[in-house]
């Protein structure tokens, strides 16, 4: 269930029957030679989209731009500062809040978003304990999850690629978006060849450091090797992985 696509009584009539939502959450950001911009924010909405296949949820819009500073010496990309991200992850779980759900599980995609909306969620609870009028539990909990980090998804990623999945413009990321969107990517791009062929690794810090130490994008990975057939097998553990720990999330006290 869509809440982009729904109407409010059926909003409403969701809301009888649970109190959950998932958020997708990514970034605009460079994905190296043959990977979208929007690797990031496509990832999680495609993963979310097949989990509301599956199971009784609603799926929120997608918060499309995150915290991705080092990355703006690469054309495209965009970012939101991260006080600017917690303001937007907190209003956006209040706006929820407001309505009734209680249990907000953002999916995402991009890792320089963690500590931000995690730093969020502390803000979204200071907002109860100030308040002298609420209980000592919360009215809400937040619950952030990887689309990456599942078990199913880590033995596959491991199996198909090994050494070369790296941490940033991964072939199993790349292979996720050119299964959503076969169409969107021109094969001579696809198939783009990689110098050196795995990347290097090394830290992130800013914008004009990064672009010094990955020239491509690419952070310890071989994105070369993504196909459409990998990103079908990726995209089924994925939502496999994700539905267990969003009811892991609903069911806890």
Known sequence: MLL?????????????????????IGSTEQHGP???????????????RGMSEKIDVVVAPTLSIGMAQHHLAFSGSITLRPSTLMAVVRDVVRSLVRHGFERCYFLNGHGGNVATVRAAFSEVYADTSFNRHAGNEPEVRC???????????????????GG??????????????????????????????????????????????????????????????????????????????????????????
């Open 164 to 253: 070369a999945e790296g941490s940033h413009a991964t072939p199993s990321e790349v292979s996720l978006t050119y299964y959503g969107w076969p169409d969107a990517m021109p094969e001579a791009i696809r198939n783009t060849p990689m110098a050196p062929r795995i990347a290097p690794t090394g830290p992130i810090l800013d914008a004009a450091d990064y672009r010094r130490r990955f020239p491509d994008g690419r952070i310890g990975s071989d994105p070369s090797l993504a196909t459409p057939e990998a990103g079908e097998k990726l995209f089924h553990a994925a939502v496999e992985d994700a539905i267990e720990d969003y009811q892991r999330f609903l069911a806890a006290a």
């Open 4 to 24: 982009q696509l729904s109407t409010w009584q059926e909003i409403d009539a969701y809301l009888e029957r649970s109190r959950g939502i998932i958020v997708p």
């Open 143 to 161: 619950q952030l999850g990887n689309w990456y980090d599942g078990q199913r998804v880590r033995a596959l990623s491991k199996t198909l690629f």
């Open 34 to 48: 043959n990977g979208f911009i929007g690797t990031d924010a496509l990832c999680p909405e495609l993963v979310a």
